[in-house]
């Protein structure tokens, strides 16, 4: 079997630059209220549990009433990260500095998608809090860390943006 001469390779990844409309927002992240959810596993007549509808509920009001919510998920027994949601001009911010780039690969495109959402959602890590940072300074902080951990941020990313959309539904289809 013949080895793969990786020297003579294209290692280089081109991107589009934006153009000059595409700047990063440097307002700080405000810190939203957080809250512990008790612990019942009873099912109401909606067939979910208590839990979880108390969960869903304090997402809805707090996106509703106070703009946004936070989250934290643990990363083992002495890690966590903080999320928040992102407001609709952010999201779309992300998805024109993403359009706005000639990506070669799905891969390429995932792993800055994963970058730039972070960079607006991350609140905390490890003890740091980022709120007060700008999206630039985030960026740079986010785009520093190994990609393992991006990748470990980007599922629970996936996980928060999902309880969020589930919440959203519950709220408006029971309230």
């Known amino acids: 079997m013949d080895k793969i001469n990786f020297e003579d390779m294209d290692n280089e990844v081109d991107f589009d630059t934006p153009t000059e409309d595409f700047v990063i927002e440097d307002a700080p ?8 959810v008790v612990v019942d596993t009873k099912v109401n007549d909606r ?3 208590k839990e979880l509808e108390s969960t869903y509920n304090k997402v809805y009001d707090a996106i509703l009433f106070e703009g946004k919510y936070e989250k934290e998920y643990k990363l083992g027994k002495k890690y966590g990260v903080v999320v928040s949601t992102r407001s609709a001009d952010e999201d779309n911010i992300i998805s024109r500095k ?5 990506f070669k690969t799905v891969s390429a495109f995932n792993n800055m998608a994963a970058v730039f ?13 980022l709120r007060s940072m700008t999206v630039t300074q985030r960026y740079d ?6 990609s393992p951990v991006i990748e470990l941020l980007s599922t629970k990313m996936l996980d928060f943006d999902r309880l969020i959309r589930e919440a959203m539904n519950y709220g408006s289809e029971n309230f």
Do not use: C, H
């Not at 959402?117 to 809090?129: P, V």
């Not at 902080?141 to 190994?146: A, E, I, W």
């Open 29 to 36: 992240l405000q810190e939203a209220k957080k809250e512990e």
């Open 98 to 102: 993403l359009d706005a780039m000639n």
């Open 141 to 146: 902080y986010v785009n520093r860390l190994p």
């Open 47 to 49: 067939g979910i549990t």
């Open 117 to 129: 959402t972070l960079s607006y959602s991350l609140a905390e890590f490890n003890g740091k809090d």
